[in-house]
């Protein structure tokens, strides 16, 4: 089976981000990583990125440019806040972790090891027959309808 991989994205230096990509790569995920500071991503790769998402996910609200935007007073229309990501970086929140059909932003490990299906000790969970993460306390098993 080929390795699982994933998209990384963050800028600067941060020890949260740091710690949640090692906790990534330990776990075996091939990691294509993009510095958002030397390549931004573009308004229509933005768009797509989010989706149908709630765009305040992506907000850095401790940004600097949050406050210097107003962002705290009153966000803009969808596609105004989107333009404003993406002439200034430092408004998305980092790390965002990319799956082939996920996405997850911030540093929390149980959400990047949910979308990654990756146990948080860095092994990846036992899979049941159905190809879906078996439960800790073990396999759920589906009722089964009774003849009467």
């Not at 600067?12 to 958002?36: H, P, Q």
């Not at 027959?129 to 306390?137: D, F, I, L, P, Y």
């Amino acid at each position: 089976m080929a390795p699982k991989r994933a998209i990384y994205m963050t800028y600067g230096n941060d020890g949260y981000c740091s710690e949640a990509r090692k906790f990534i790569e330990d776990a075996g995920i091939l990691l294509d990583v993009r510095d958002l500071g030397e390549k931004p991503l573009t308004e229509e790769e933005l768009s797509q990125l989010i989706g149908h998402l709630e765009i305040t996910h992506f907000l850095n609200s401790l940004s600097e440019s949050y406050s210097k935007y107003r962002l705290d007073k009153r966000l803009p229309e969808r596609h105004q806040i989107i333009k404003l990501m993406a002439q200034d970086y430092t408004l998305l929140k980092r790390p965002i972790v990319r799956s082939a059909r996920l996405v997850t932003v911030g540093c929390d490990k149980h959400k990047i090891a949910e979308m990654l299906q990756i146990n948080t000790n860095g092994q990846f969970p036992e899979v049941n027959e159905t190809g879906n993460a078996a439960s800790k306390k073990g396999r759920r098993q589906h009722p089964v309808a009774r003849r009467k």
